[in-house]
């Protein structure tokens, strides 16, 4: 049993050898943007990010080097390694923020948190005057992100089977689109380039510049939302940019698996997948609910499709977990008027769907939970012997057993168990609790729709709550917890 709570050395060394070819692939990461520096003739940031690709690749050479692979990697190494990769991960991501003087070490390191679980919050008071350079970097770390750090990680790996198995599913990642694992990710990089490749067309045909178009491509379709201007989307004031982002946000929110249905041709399965149901109806109901708000108080004036095209923009963001705005703090605590930042609340909490870029509870675990209580009422109606068919559509056919419900039901629980408590320590320093509720629902569901609690001047540990529940949502909780219960586990055997 003591086993079962512990990693023996020969895992400690293969989990170090994958590291270290994490961070090698960071430090190759970290010399695109020196590019950008050369083409925008901003040359103060070349030594911050060759340096840091430097520490990066050193790091990582030297773990290579010292620890090689002596064990297939088992499940729960796996998901330790996922738990710690992305510390790491976003300690070398945050150099070059760091080593540029821009931002101090822990300002960086919410930077780059929240650029690599595509969260969207900034410690940049003032993003205008960001620079084309670092701009780059916070929007290739959320376009990293969106596909999975570990994931870039299998594409490239020589090795095939269960070590490769293993990481897959540590990632939070449990379907396939091909048979084999490493043929799945690489059509999903396939699918996602080619993504990236159709969102900058559509922001330069409406009338974006290439530069910004590249940025908000990769922070839309990772659902990051991090933005360029301090108005993020508003900033344009165009009708045709906001449906090209909110296009991309829910491209990026969709299950990959379905998107490569769509792609072979069997398009009808977009609308009967459950997860297409649940988003789409989601969305309907709370936008027109919302419009309603808003034109009842004429927030936006007497113009119904204003008002309309508000509440649809911010609703989109939110369920995407993308957190492009173009409706600001104070109006959206202010004007929204109680039901139209509780519904946003909710809906960031739903989240994006599963195998997507973003964040949240997803889709699929809802839809789960609505025809589990569904299976439920019905089971009380039926004669005792009865026998209930417990399935739901998506991409094929699935059977949903008894276990299948106890552990989506335990993941919501304990979702909303860290949600309560990281609320909590927030109300420590904040008193205005529909901000704390909003913010924190959007930190845990790695959104980053901002009601303006979370500033540069935060005091240090809501900064540390905000990361920490960047890194657990993003992770999807269970190789969190799996890893604190190993560290417990030790500390109390010694």
């Known amino acids: ?83 710690i990769i992305w510390l790491i991960a976003c300690a070398l991501g945050a150099l070059p923020y760091y080593i540029s003087g821009e931002l101090s070490y822990l300002n960086s390191y919410f930077e780059a948190m929240s650029g690599f679980t595509t969260t969207g919050f900034s410690m940049y008071s003032n993003l205008n005057a960001v620079s084309f350079t670092m701009n780059f970097w916070r929007a290739f770390t959320q376009w990293i992100g969106g596909l999975g750090i570990i994931f870039l990680l299998l594409a490239l790996l020589r090795s095939t089977g269960a070590d490769v198995m293993r990481l897959y599913l540590a990632e939070g990642r449990e379907e396939r689109l091909r048979p084999s694992i490493k043929h799945s990710t690489r059509v999903i990089i396939y699918i996602y380039v080619f993504f990236t490749a159709i969102g900058i067309i559509l922001f330069l045909l409406a009338g974006m510049p290439l530069f910004d ?8 379709l990772s659902t990051g939302g991090f933005g360029m201007q301090n108005t993020s989307i508003l900033f344009y004031n165009s009708i045709w940019i906001e449906i090209a982002a909110m296009i991309l946000m829910m491209i990026g929110a969709t299950n990959f698996a379905l998107h490569y249905t769509v792609l072979k041709g069997n398009w009808k399965e977009y609308f009967r997948d459950i997860e297409t149901k649940v988003a789409f109806s989601l969305i309907i109901l709370s936008t027109i609910l919302v419009t309603f708000v808003l034109y009842n108080n004429q927030v936006y004036g007497n113009n119904l499709l204003l008002n309309f095209r508000f509440a649809l923009f911010q609703m989109v963001s939110a369920i995407s977990t993308t957190g492009l705005q173009t409706a600001f703090y104070p109006d959206i605590l202010s004007k929204w008027i109680g039901l139209g930042t509780f519904l946003m609340t909710i809906i960031m909490i739903i989240g994006a769907g599963s195998l997507s870029t973003g964040g949240g509870i997803k889709w699929l675990r809802l839809g789960v939970l609505l025809k589990g209580i569904s299976w439920q009422v019905k089971s009380f109606i039926l004669p005792g012997k009865a026998v209930m068919a417990k399935k739901i559509h998506h991409v094929t056919e699935l059977k949903v057993t008894d276990d299948i419900l106890r552990i989506t039901g335990a993941f919501v629980f304990t979702y909303l168990v860290i949600y309560i408590i990281s609320i909590v320590i927030v109300l420590i320093y904040y008193n205005d609790i529909s901000r704390v509720i909003f913010e924190v629902a959007s930190a845990l569901s790695n959104v980053g729709l901002s009601s303006g609690i979370i500033t540069p001047d935060s005091p240090v540990l809501v900064k540390l709550v905000f990361i920490i529940d960047f890194w657990v949502g993003r992770l999807e909780i269970w190789p969190v917890l799996l890893l604190i219960a190993i560290v417990i586990n030790n500390v109390v055997r010694r």
């Open 213 to 220: 178009s590249v940025f908000y491509t990769f922070t839309a």
């Open 1 to 83: 049993m003591q086993r079962v709570h512990r990693l023996s050395r020969r895992e400690v060394k293969t989990i170090l050898h994958y590291t270290g070819d994490v961070c090698m692939l960071l430090g190759a990461a970290m010399l695109v943007p020196i590019l950008v520096s050369f083409i925008y003739n901003e040359p103060r940031y070349i030594a911050p990010f060759l340096s840091s690709a430097a520490v990066s690749a050193v790091i990582g050479f030297a773990l290579v080097k010292i620890f090689k692979i002596e064990t297939q990697i088992t499940l729960k190494s796996a998901m330790v390694f996922s738990t």
